[in-house]
């Protein structure tokens, strides 16, 4: 994954689930909703949701702005950036990669260090289980409550735990402290009946998940309040089935003050007690709430749509990016600069409007060659100034052997040639206040013009644009109703040339197109000729028609996006690329 997207998309889903869940943190409030068992399924659904966003969110996929320099995709047109330096630019720090690099260990090593907590804190409960006996014979009415509650739990007291704790799915254990067995009756109930409500629930299950997810999510606030809200209400709705078991509801609330003191904190079990939850735990035992089945369904119903609302505007407002693609207009930008003047702009329309454009860079002062004096036909001596300037490809690097003709802007007529040499610079004298037109050609690269060139201005610095490359896929077809035949593919690669340090794409896996029935029963043949954008990893961005004829496109189309290429290089540097794809539908009516 490039880097820069891989970093934005992952601080723009924290910024989804930041937004999403403050916004599910709004809905209870504005509906006016308490009732625990509404408010458990709503904090888990909210929790889903965050983890479901990127999978289901639309992405899209970014152009690229005409103000980023380094990355460029084939063209058809000519393009080139001249620039007014002779300095090399600065080798750039990237910062982006520096920091997708670190971010994964430190996000996995924070997700360790939290793993490793929970399997401290499980071990531990394995550990007192070995070391637990079982409790003294309960009294009548603590055994008739456990016998109708129903939970299949072993009881064991363990004098290395402060506070009851439950774990296990499979063989569940309800560990007690020592002092449990000292207390009165009614007080043993209340707590064995909160532990056993938890078996019978599965809670601890839920619990270790949401643990999980937590670690996972270390970083991130809104995760930690979220798991907060689920835990809180888990426990709320366990107290209302606990009175549910007509357990007196002082006795209860006595209950859960008694574990304020001394009270051991193991994540991987259902805990009695929860300190920061106790408060609202109180707050909620102490009044009754009533809301009829029709209402706990209706507002059920309306959160739950809101929240799929909130979940669209975050998506929305922070959308994740696909692979990086290609903007839909292009530009010729070309600055010059003379005696020192500022630059003035010249731009002009290429002829295939789906190219990248690539903006000029900072000029720098650079002194103005001297003139030169050669003899004229008629034997008067001649002024000419020098042209001068360096070739450069996209990444910077510098490109030899890239032929120059020099022509008349008015005739077209070719006055003089030069080569770059090997470091890419290139120089030649022309008549001293005579515009002229420069093309550079090189091999894989793009054919660049600039015009209006004068003599005597300060070194040029020109950059080449990667050529294109195509692909022609041929389909034949019965002219009756038949299944599709297969279909072959022929490419059309251009050789790199020595020097050249490019890698045309290359098609490695391609879908063959299927002849669309409709079509073989009208007797439509024809030629459908696609543009393709190629990503960075060789990933098939988009397709546009260039020419076509319905209804081949739609099946030209959903093939293609299917296609994948090797990426197109650059110096060893994966670019992005545009490529043809023609496409020949034909019935064989033989």
Known sequence: MNPSAGLHNFAYYLLQVGLLVMIGALLPRVFRIRLPKILLPYWQLLLIFCLLMPFFAPRQTPTIPN???GVSAGSIGGSAIVMVSERPAAPMIHWTAILWSILPIVISSGCVVRLGWLMIGWVKLKRMRRSARPPQPFALEVTSLIRRIGAGADILISPRIESAATFGIVQPV???????????AETQASILAHEL??????????????????AMFWYHPAIWWLTRRIELAREQVVD???????VDRRQYLKSLLHTVANRATLLSANLFFTRHH???RVALLLEEIHMSKTRMITSLILVSMMLCLGA??????????????????RETSVIQSRSGAPAAASREESRNPEALSIPALQKEPVPTPAPTHAPAADGKEQIRNLVSGTVFDTSRAR???????????ETKEVIETA????????????PAEQKVELTYRKGNFTPAVVRDVLGGQPPLRVILNLAMVSETVTIMAASLPAGPAGASATQKRQPIRIGGNVQLPKLIHKVDPLFPVEARQQGIEGIVMLQVYIGLSGEVLDTRVIKGRPPLDDAAIEAVRQWRYSPYLLNGEPQLGITTVTLIFKLDKQ
């Open 197 to 214: 409500i938890h078996v019978r629930r599965y809670d601890w299950l839920f619990t270790l998940g949401e643990q999980l997810i937590l």
């Open 312 to 329: 669209a505007i975050a998506t929305y407002a922070f959308p994740l990016t696909g692979s990086a693609g290609v903007p839909h207009s």
């Open 278 to 280: 106790l408060r609202e």
């Open 240 to 246: 209302r089935r606990v009175l549910e078991l007509a």
């Open 419 to 430: 080569v770059t040499d090997q470091k890419g610079d290139f120089s030649f004298a022309v």
């Open 399 to 409: 490109i030899p052997g890239v032929e120059i003709s020099v022509a008349d802007p």
């Open 174 to 184: 309800v560990l007690l402290p020592e002092e449990f067995e000292t207390m009165d």
């Open 67 to 69: 103000t980023v320099l």
